[in-house]
């Protein structure tokens, strides 16, 4: 059987062959490299805009709006006993923004409140802020929010939880408390490590008037998992300080705290994620107020029915149900997409009563009810 011709042998029989596979491979060669020209170009234009509107959101700082921080410097005590011997005014809370909550426990008059912080968050880093830039805190809007703090717990790891933390923490002197990721990332943005602590499921911390406990849970969930999972160890450099770009902070894990304090009982669940082992932890806890977490809740199934039933809470705050990406906060609270907040206060209304929802503007202190039952004897 004859061997087929080569292709040298073919070209100089018919000399178009080659012509026309010549100019053909120019073709592809010349639409490849227009094609990458074209893709290069587009991702630096992408680029370009990203950055620019990352500076024009730093720009548009603060993120609080006037009210909203006039709000928030009030004074934290007008009526605290003036004389010992005249007990404590009652605690009061405020929410501060997505999961943020501020407890203060007022002592003598003039003298200042025992105060506990959780997820203190106002910088409010836009999309573009963090796909180009540091995390950075605006330290200025963060003083006028925050000037008192002793101890501030962190949930997870995520920026819109511990974005703000270390800032708020150096200045006022506050122990963090929170995961190893939490202390890790704290400290890599300039946290001294020895403001940390790390609570991990089920232990205890007493400071001050306020008793911790923390209980593991799941992170809430998107349609495709959890963002950013993973861990951040400590980097084995202390005093070198490094922002972390927001996808670098990892969740970490996520603790909800039980907090005690004056006789009162308070739950704070920053992430709409629940487990089974979670739920038989608080089954029964009955907290005077429960702080719940709204975001990404529709993607867990019965999320009020399972949680409200297992807490039992007297009172039910809703928090992290703003949009947090850029937004300034003011008192009409630009929501978080997904978030039906109308649907979650009919399920506060029906499964625990219809007075049980605490509705608050941002930073509008709430002085919490007397305790059902009386505090232990010093």
Known sequence: MASPPSRAATTAANPWNGRVRTAYTGAMRTRTRNWLLGSGAFLLLLLAGLFVMGRASRAQRPKLSPAVLNRAEEPPCPDAPAAQGEGRASPRASWTGIAGVRLEVCGLAGSPPATLLVDPYVTRHSYPELALFPVDADAATLARAFPRADIILVGHSHHDHLGDVPEVARRTGATVVGTE???????????????????????????????????AHPHGRTVLGVPFPGEVAPSGEPGTVRLPRGWEMKMGGALAFIVRVEGRTLYHQGSAGLSDAQLERVRGLKPDVAFLGLGLRQNTPDYEARLLGALQPKHVWAVHHDDFFGPVLGDEVPLLSGVDLPAFEREVAARVSPTALVTRRPFERWTLPPPSVPPPLP
């Open 181 to 215: 990721t939490t202390c890790a990332l704290a400290v890599q943005m300039g946290l001294p490590p020895a403001q940390c602590r790390v609570l991990r499921d089920g232990q205890l911390l007493r400071m001050g008037p306020f008793e911790v406990e923390a209980v």
